[in-house]
């Protein structure tokens, strides 16, 4: 199974460390979707940008893939958003999660919710 990992920027050199250590092939805030889409079982793939786990549906043929939180998201919707990635039509995964995190930044939920009220509201 290759590996998803999505972690904050200042783990990134943590993890890469780790997934070398495995012999991984280690990307860091790989955006290339055809790279994304057809992902070997040695692949890494390091994340730290939020918008990066949303919309991308991560393959990798034939074993699937494993994910990793390691960060919390911004949101409720950026989580589902996340933990969708993998897994998509019927391929294999893992998901797997940090059991220190909360997973949702309530702070940064609360602010992005007040700058969505402002703007349609006018406030």
Do not use: W
Request: aromatic share 4%; glycine share 8%; with cysteine.
């Amino acid at each position: 199974m290759g590996l998803l990992v999505y972690c904050s920027e200042e783990d990134i050199e943590k993890y890469k460390a780790l997934a070398e250590k495995e012999q991984l092939d280690v990307h860091v805030n790989l955006s290339d979707i055809e790279k994304i889409r057809s992902l070997g079982s040695n692949d890494c793939i390091l994340q730290s940008k939020e918008e990066l786990m949303r919309g991308v549906d991560y393959n990798c043929k034939p074993n699937g893939l494993k994910l990793l939180i390691a960060t919390d998201f911004s949101s409720d919707r950026s989580l589902v958003q996340g933990l969708g990635r993998v897994g998509r039509y019927g391929e294999m995964c893992r998901r797997y999660v940090v059991p220190t995190l909360t997973l949702v930044n309530q702070t940064k939920s609360i602010q992005l919710s007040g700058l969505l009220r402002q703007n349609i509201l006018g406030l």
